[in-house]
C-alpha cells in the first residue's frame, strides 16, 4: 500500500487546466500535506480558440474552484448563453413550415401543485400554433428580445434565468492557469514530452521531458487532446468510433470580427443546419466563432467550405479558414491502470449540444470523488469512473442522434442517411417508439446518468415536431382552465421580466468595465 501523494497532468489547453483547477480546490493543494496537483504542458502546441460553449454545469465548476464572474468575462472575453437556436432542422430553407426552434435552459414553468403543463400542450390547451418552448418557458421571449439571463447586483452565476456561457478557449485556458498557480497550488512545468516509461506491471512510472528529463507522479491524468498520448499511445486503452450513429467527422472554421462595435450579441448558440452538417455561430464580445461541422464522407473539404463562406457572406473575406478532423466516439477504458484520459483524449462527440467543456467537466468531478487514498484502490476506482463515463457517452450520442433522424429534411444523402434505422441506436429507437403515445417523463431516465434533463429532450422532441398522438389521455388531464391560465402567466411574466432584465450586451460591458477599473486594468484589454 503506497498513498496517492502526486497528481501529474499531461497537457495544457481547457481540459488540462480546468481539472486541475478544480482537482487542486478539492484536495487543498496549496497544503504542501496534501496531494500535490502538476501539470506539464508543450511551449509547441498552440491552443484553438474558435469559440466555446458550455453547459449550466460550468456555473457552478467556476465557482467551485473561486474564480470572479467579472475576472473571467474579461479573461475569457465571455458572454452568456441561455439556449440554442436551431434553424433549418426541421426542414430544409424554403420549404413550408417553420424553420427553426429554441432550446431554453429554464425547465418548463411548474407552479406547486399545478397541472404538468406537456400534457395540456399536446392536448391544445396553449395559444394556437405556439411551440413548445414558447408556451412553458419565458426564456424565448427573453433572447429574441437580447436580455441577458441576470441582472448586475446578482451574485456571482447566480440569475433569474439558467445559463451558461459562451468564451474563447484559449483565453479561458490562460485564465485558468493564472488562477490555478496563483491562488490553487497547481504547479507548473513548461516542457515536451519525449516519451513515457512503464514499470513491470504495465503502470506509467514516469514520463520523460525535452527541457526536464523526468517526470514522475502516482496517477497520471491524460488531457493531449484528439492525440492521446499516453491513454491511447501508451496505455493502449482501445477507442469505440460511433461514425455509424453520428456521421460528422470534420469541422471548418473562422474567427469573425463583428462589423460594429455595439453590435448585439445573442445571449444563445446559433445552430443552423445544412446540406451535409450544421454550422455553429457563438457571439463573443468583439467577435463570433463560426464553423461547419460537416461528414466527409457526404462533401468534400472543397465542398464544406464553399457552403460555410456562403453562409457568412461579406463577413469572410480575406480570412482564413481552419481545417479540423476528428473521430466520434470514446475509449469504454478512460481510466487504464494509474493513467486517466479527461476531455478529447477519453472521446468526442460532435459540439451540437456543447458537451465538450460538461465532458471534461463530468470527468473531473468524478475523479475527484474517486481519488483514491492510496495505490491499492486504483483498480477499483479505475472500473467505477469506466462505467460512469460509458454511460454518459451513450446516453449523450442518443440525443444527438435525436436532433438528426427526426429531420424531415431528404435534400441530401447526408439527411437521408441519417433517417436510416441502421443508424439509429436501439436504445433510442424504444424511446421514440414509446413516446408517439405518451410524451418523455423523467422516469424514462437514470438521473445519475444523465447529462440531460427530461426537459431538454422535450424541448427538442418537439421543437423537431415530433408527434404523441395523446387523445386517449384526454379524460385524465381535467385541469384545463388551470393550464391555459399557467401558459397566460408564462407570458405575462415574460412581459415583466422585459422590463426587468438587461441588454445582453450592456450587461456584459458593464460588469467588465467594472472589474477593470476595480483591478486597475487599461480598458482596451481584452
Not at 240 to 260: C, H, I, N, S, T
Not at 382 to 399: L, W
Not at 490 to 498: K, T
Request: proline content about 5%.
Amino acid at each position: 500500500m503506497a498513498r496517492l501523494k502526486k497528481v501529474l497532468i499531461v497537457g495544457g489547453g481547457t481540459a488540462g487546466w480546468l481539472a486541475a483547477c478544480y482537482l487542486a480546490k478539492a484536495v487543498n493543494a496549496v497544503d504542501p500535506q496534501s496531494v500535490q496537483v502538476h501539470l506539464v504542458e508543450s511551449p509547441d502546441i498552440g491552443l484553438l480558440g474558435v469559440g466555446e460553449a458550455t453547459f449550466p454545469s460550468i456555473r457552478g465548476t467556476l465557482a467551485a474552484i473561486g474564480l470572479d464572474e467579472r475576472r473571467f468575462l474579461v479573461g475569457a472575453t465571455a458572454t452568456y448563453k441561455q439556449g440554442i437556436h436551431y434553424r433549418h432542422w426541421v426542414r430544409p430553407p424554403g420549404a413550408p413550415g417553420a424553420d427553426h426552434f429554441f432550446h431554453p435552459f429554464n425547465a418548463p414553468s411548474q407552479r406547486p401543485g399545478g397541472p404538468e403543463l406537456l400534457p395540456y400542450w399536446l392536448l391544445g390547451a396553449a395559444p394556437e400554433g405556439m411551440p413548445f418552448a414558447d408556451a412553458v418557458s419565458m426564456q424565448t421571449a427573453l433572447v429574441d428580445r437580447s436580455r441577458a439571463p441576470k441582472r448586475f447586483n446578482d451574485p456571482d452565476y447566480q440569475g433569474p434565468m439558467n445559463h451558461a456561457f459562451h468564451f474563447d478557449a484559449a483565453c479561458f485556458a490562460r485564465l485558468l492557469a493564472e488562477h490555478g498557480q496563483e491562488t490553487l497550488g497547481v504547479k507548473r512545468h513548461v516542457a515536451t514530452v519525449e516519451r513515457t516509461e512503464l514499470d513491470e506491471h504495465g503502470a506509467i512510472a514516469r514520463v520523460v521531458t525535452k527541457e526536464l528529463g523526468e517526470l514522475t507522479a502516482d496517477l497520471y491524468v491524460d488531457c493531449t487532446g484528439l492525440r492521446g498520448m499516453l491513454i491511447g499511445n501508451v496505455m493502449q486503452s482501445p477507442f469505440r468510433g460511433r461514425a455509424d450513429v453520428l456521421f460528422a467527422d470534420r469541422a471548418v472554421a473562422m474567427q469573425v470580427p463583428y462589423e460594429k462595435a455595439d453590435t448585439p450579441i445573442p445571449s444563445y448558440t446559433i445552430s443552423t443546419a445544412q446540406e451535409a452538417g450544421w454550422i455553429w455561430d457563438i457571439g463573443l464580445q468583439k467577435r463570433r466563432g463560426v464553423g461547419y461541422v460537416y461528414s466527409s464522407r457526404h462533401t468534400s473539404d472543397e465542398r464544406a467550405e464553399e457552403v460555410f463562406r456562403g453562409y457568412l457572406g461579406a463577413a469572410a473575406e480575406g480570412l482564413k479558414a481552419m481545417h479540423i478532423k476528428f473521430e466520434t466516439g470514446y475509449r469504454p477504458e478512460h481510466w487504464r491502470k494509474n493513467c486517466v484520459a479527461v476531455g478529447l483524449a477519453g472521446g468526442f462527440v460532435e459540439p451540437l449540444e456543447s458537451t465538450g467543456i460538461a465532458l471534461i467537466e463530468l470527468a473531473t468531478y468524478l475523479l475527484t470523488h474517486l481519488l483514491p487514498n492510496d495505490t491499492d484502490e486504483m483498480e477499483r476506482a479505475a472500473r467505477h469512473f469506466n462505467e460512469m463515463m460509458v454511460a454518459r457517452y451513450d446516453r449523450i450520442i442518443d440525443f444527438i442522434k435525436m436532433h438528426y433522424c427526426l429531420s424531415q429534411r431528404r435534400d441530401s444523402s447526408f439527411w437521408i442517411d441519417n433517417a436510416e434505422a441502421t443508424s439509429i441506436p436501439l436504445t433510442l429507437q424504444d424511446k421514440l417508439a414509446q413516446w408517439k403515445h405518451r410524451p418523455p417523463h423523467r422516469l424514462d431516465f437514470v438521473s445519475d446518468l444523465e447529462m440531460f434533463l427530461v426537459s431538454s429532450w422535450q424541448y427538442v422532441l418537439y421543437g423537431m415536431e415530433f408527434k404523441t398522438d395523446f387523445s386517449a389521455m384526454r379524460s385524465a388531464y381535467p385541469r384545463v382552465d388551470e393550464a391555459r391560465q399557467e401558459f397566460r402567466n408564462i407570458q405575462l411574466a415574460a412581459s415583466q421580466a422585459l422590463h426587468d432584465l438587461p441588454d445582453h450586451r450592456s450587461l456584459v460591458e458593464r460588469m467588465c468595465r467594472e472589474y477593470r477599473e476595480r483591478a486597475g486594468m487599461d480598458s482596451a484589454l481584452a
